[in-house]
């Protein structure tokens, strides 16, 4: 699924892998839209600093994109 340009999705959380690219901590999310009739699983990744506290399994997060990168992760309220 292509991230989109500009927005936010409600996403659910199933599994987190963090990872380095030269030095930065990111966190690869494998996720599902909570608005679609028959979800299918996909990957952000998520910058450290996108991030309050490290993401968790079975978590809601909203996630906004600009320019189709994640700028901000955020729990659902």
Do not use: C, K, N
């Not at 699983?41 to 998520?46: K, M, N, S, T, Y």
């Not at 490290?54 to 309220?77: H, I, Y």
Request: aromatic residues 8%; without cysteine; hydrophobic residues 40%.
């Amino acid at each position: 699924m292509q991230p989109p340009m500009v927005g936010s999705w409600t996403v659910r959380v199933h599994a987190v892998r963090p990872f380095t690219i030269h030095g930065d901590l990111y966190y690869e999310l494998h996720v599902t839209r909570t608005d679609e009739p028959q979800p299918t699983g996909f990957a952000l990744r998520v910058p450290q600093h996108a991030t309050a506290r490290e993401p968790a399994p079975d978590q809601t997060l909203v996630v906004t994109f600009l320019m189709g990168q994640v700028t901000s992760a955020r729990e659902a309220l």
